[in-house]
DNA sequence: TTGTACGCGTTATCAA
DNA sequence: TTGATAACGCGTACAA
């Protein structure tokens, strides 16, 4: 049972040399083994026998402040919905870290950006920040090394000069879907752009149809705005069937769109892919499960993960000042099934 | 631009008490606006100036150190996926946290449970936690007490008597459907359960199923334990089409594993409903876009987040030693569409 | 209005 | 082996 020397407060280092008849100075030795100070097998096992007695846990604030450096790796949850990716991602750096005896913290805000979510951060005096660069300026970078952050990490459509980056394009995705129709014969293609939470990530995948687009005059781009909603999908594909220059490819946000709108072409009569082609993205399960089976872009999410892991294991062994780091590229890759 | 009055070291109160001109007591007034403590708007215009161009950010443990209590709110990151609940439970609460200055953090560990995990968390000395119940104990919820944790929420199967615990079943998700194959008159039911980090929810699940079994002891339970993947889902199928007793229905563990088992069946020459029911879990989005349409079990993530962060916040509010809090339980909802 | 001084819990240094 | 002491950054009671 736990035991209560002052009702309320955690028990203290002081508490627990108190309870095994030492000093702190002892108590502090074995809790973190240091090395020739030759503490007494007797008084280590009196030692933990009382830190397990008063369920001592050490103030991680305090020990921060007087190491100067805390144990905490802070995430910055991400704009998007959290999906598989982010949890491989949060899986294999937490096993990363715990290796080195660092802990993985997620912080919760989301909204603010630049200088008023560093000065967040910076308050939790973290070891390392990882965080989209997007809400990353050069300014708010310096701030975190300003305030002790060794190693800051980020994610993001490209590589910045002031931080390594880890570059994740969803940019690209929609470039490699563009890619593959206009490789398969397709002039007029269509591309969804979902509204909500999505539609930051959509414009970017729609930005890389249009990048295609603009380096093929003969292309013919159309942007659907949709939320995620059969009758709108419905709507979109009768105006289609009705159409006579109707695109003949859809690249859709992800593979939940895609699966929308390939029901909503069936529904209006239109087939696919003889009609309209579709594209999803994620290569998610759904792709084998729809009929016909749904060509996608696959973001890898567990390569991008190991990446990921590799570049902030590598910035947190660089001395403060060595060289620049490796910016590595994730390009996504496309798994053609039936539908396009 | 950032000065650096110390190289490498983040700037501490003095620092920003000498950059401004003043003493460390008026900085802090400043901060904090402590009232009755008459600041001429002009000195605190310039600490205000001297935060901004030193790039200040209060050290949160020092502050916590010297308080007796953190803003911090830890929330342990659950055992199974992040998917759309847990985004939406962790946005709401987010945003009622910071209504009042508390800080949501996500606590990596995802492996220690009990004391071990206690122990974790307790570092931090946050405000709050919020765990799973089958990672606390009742050692462990007292061992967080005592270390000035003012407010546990447990979220788990059923309320345990020393901590207040918002109840979220999965295993009544087994129940609910099964309940309903029983309504529609089916005998023999086969549930899926999972291999792999799904396993542990599907247990759950399952035991459900088990429940409703044991009750009507005319009820044939078929347990089928089963990856993602189609292959095996297709060698179950082809078991079934070969028996002449083979399950009328079938209670997937969600919707995706829903979708396969719907797609397997009718591989081998099986018709859903008619042939072989079948039920998913989560009502998601892919209900609507299968053939035919999914009946799935709903468990409303909107309400469970808004229930969650009411005694959440009515924990935070109560003071220590108040009256037993409520604990709403959230009875999850079939949704009925074509395929049972 | 402002400065001085103390203590929160840890750990490193030094002397015993 | 151990015990006293100082320092980390912050907030505040108290005195000026």
């Not at 100070?37 to 009196?46: H, L, P, Q, Y």
């Amino acid at each position: 049972m736990v035991q209560v020397p002052r009702p309320g407060k955690a028990p203290t280092s002081a508490d627990v040399a108190r309870a095994a008849g030492v000093s702190r100075t002892t108590v502090s030795f074995v809790l973190n083994n240091v090395p020739g100070s030759g503490i007494s097998e007797a008084t280590r096992e009196k030692v933990l026998a009382a830190v397990r007695k008063l369920g001592y846990s050490p103030n991680a604030g305090a020990r921060a402040l007087r190491a100067g450096t805390s144990n905490l790796v802070l995430y910055a949850m991400p704009r998007w919905p959290l999906g598989h990716t982010i949890h491989t991602l949060l899986e294999r750096t937490r096993d990363a870290l715990a290796e080195r005896g660092l802990v993985l913290i997620v912080h919760g805000d989301r909204n603010l950006t630049g200088m008023e979510a560093a000065r967040g951060w910076a308050e939790l005096r973290p070891r390392a920040v990882i965080a989209d660069s997007c809400r990353c300026t050069r300014e708010s970078v310096a701030m975190l090394r300003q305030h002790g952050v060794h190693t800051v990490v980020l994610v993001g459509e490209e590589a910045v000069p002031y931080a390594p980056t880890v570059v994740f394009q969803q940019r690209r995705v929609g470039g490699v879907a563009a890619e593959h129709l206009v490789k398969e014969g397709h002039r007029r293609i269509a591309g969804i752009v979902p509204l909500g939470d999505l539609s930051e990530a959509g414009e970017l995948r729609y930005a890389g149809l249009q990048d295609v687009a603009d380096a093929d005059p003969s292309l013919e781009l159309t942007r659907v705005e949709m939320p995620f909603d059969h009758d709108r999908a419905l709507a979109v594909a009768r105006a289609w069937a009705a159409s006579e220059n109707r695109p003949t490819a859809v690249f859709a946000y992800n593979d939940e769109f895609a699966a929308l709108m390939m029901r909503a072409l069936r529904d209006v009569g239109l087939s696919v892919p003889g009609d309209v082609a579709v594209v999803g993205v994620d290569d998610t399960p759904l792709c084998e499960l729809v009929t016909p089976r749904l060509t996608s872009v696959a973001l890898h999410s567990t390569n991008f993960a190991e990446m990921h892991v590799k570049v902030l294991m590598e910035q947190l062994d660089r001395t403060l000042g060595d060289e620049p780091p490796v910016v590595p590229e994730h390009e996504p890759v496309l798994v053609r099934r039936d539908s396009a």
